[in-house]
């Protein structure tokens, strides 16, 4: 589940970087929707070529549009960014593709994830700091950092819906069988540059 309420941490991405991969996903999705590849080109930044994790969440008048993203880095970072616009714009099961003419009324927001820690203890869980996946064998569920704040959430509810979210009853994360992993995100948006 994805959200527009800000939380997260800095990665050390920069101004310039957050707003290069942010015109990134929008020129990647306008591209699709008039039937072209997207132009890229390779970023100068070290840190934009590293392999993160990350998801592309999108908005319209303030109702999520869309909202996809790799947990772990298996790219670099642009590419990943490249990858999931275009997901979470044409391939999100929960809403239809997005059409050229909504293109201009999407809010775009990156989250870049921190590499995901397991813990046994969930008192390590901090609301608003931390993202949650709770994975039990087929079963697997990822809330990010943002969600929680955005609901108002405590930890054991956050636990919980990240459980419904797998697919799973709430409360199995008490299940020793069930592995939580936390991770942290650098969270950003085109409002963030709008002045």
């Known amino acids: 589940m994805c959200s527009s ?12 970087e957050k707003k290069y991969l942010l015109r990134l996903a929008r020129e990647t999705i ?15 930044s070290k840190i934009l070529h590293e392999k993160r994790g990350a ?19 298996i790219k670099p970072l642009y590419l990943t960014i490249v990858d999931m616009a275009e997901a979470a714009a044409f391939n999100d099961p929960r809403f239809p593709p997005v059409a050229k003419q909504e293109v ?8 870049v994830l921190t590499p995901l820690e397991k813990i046994d ?18 079963f697997q569920g990822l809330l ?5 704040t955005e ?5 054991e509810t956050f636990l919980d819906q ?13 299940d020793p069988a069930t592995e939580i992993y936390i991770f942290s995100a650098d969270i950003f948006s085109e409002k963030d540059f709008a002045k």
């Open 55 to 73: 998801f592309v969440t999108l908005h319209k008048m303030g109702q999520l549009r869309g909202c996809i993203g790799y947990i772990e880095g």
């Open 104 to 111: 201009e009324d999407l809010d775009i927001e990156i989250s």
């Open 144 to 148: 990010l950092p943002q969600v929680a």
């Open 30 to 44: 306008r591209a699709k929707t008039e039937k072209k590849e997207p132009q890229v080109a390779p970023p100068t």
């Open 151 to 155: 609901y108002g959430w405590d930890r």
């Open 162 to 174: 990240t459980c419904i979210k797998a697919g799973m009853a709430p409360g199995c994360w008490k």
């Open 121 to 138: 203890d969930p008192q390590k869980i901090e609301v608003g700091k931390h993202g949650i996946l709770v994975r039990k064998g087929p």
């Open 5 to 16: 309420e800000k939380s997260g941490i800095s990665l050390g991405l920069t101004d310039e």
